[in-house]
């Protein structure tokens, strides 16, 4: 009988820790919420120039150097996640997408309006796929 109590608690013990382990899998890891908050927060300070209309091209070829930086980033953060082919990609849209907008140099709101639009379309892109 003791055998038998013993038996059952280690298979309960060890239920709960597979449990946990693959709910920690899950979860992701840190650095693939940290690749989309920068590029969030990249984007919303775009936007916040060009809603102000105080569209600074110094700061434009700042914030786009930093998105160039970390779309090259994405696959590192995201992959293995299945469809890593589509998802591969969707990754090079976006840093294709980046490039455009920074070899352009956008100079006033109208133009960084167009150079952003490109970006969101690739964002949107990805995000349809596998959000």
Not at 20 to 34: F, K, N
């Amino acid at each position: 009988m003791k055998y038998v109590a013993l038996l059952v608690l280690g298979l309960f013990i060890g239920a709960l820790g597979a449990v946990a382990g693959l709910s920690a899998l899950r979860q992701g890891t840190p650095y693939d919420d940290a690749v989309m908050t920068v590029m969030s927060q990249q984007m919303g300070a775009l936007r916040g120039m060009r809603e102000k209309n105080q569209c600074d091209v110094a700061e434009i070829s700042r914030r786009f150097g930093l998105l160039s930086a970390i779309a090259g980033e994405t696959e590192h953060a995201f992959l293995p996640i299945g469809d890593d082919a589509k998802f591969t990609e969707l990754a090079g849209n976006l840093r294709d997408a980046v490039m455009s907008a920074r070899s352009r140099q956008p100079e006033n709101c109208d133009e960084l309006g167009q150079a952003m639009a490109g970006i969101a379309g690739a964002c949107k892109a990805c995000h349809d796929v596998f959000r």
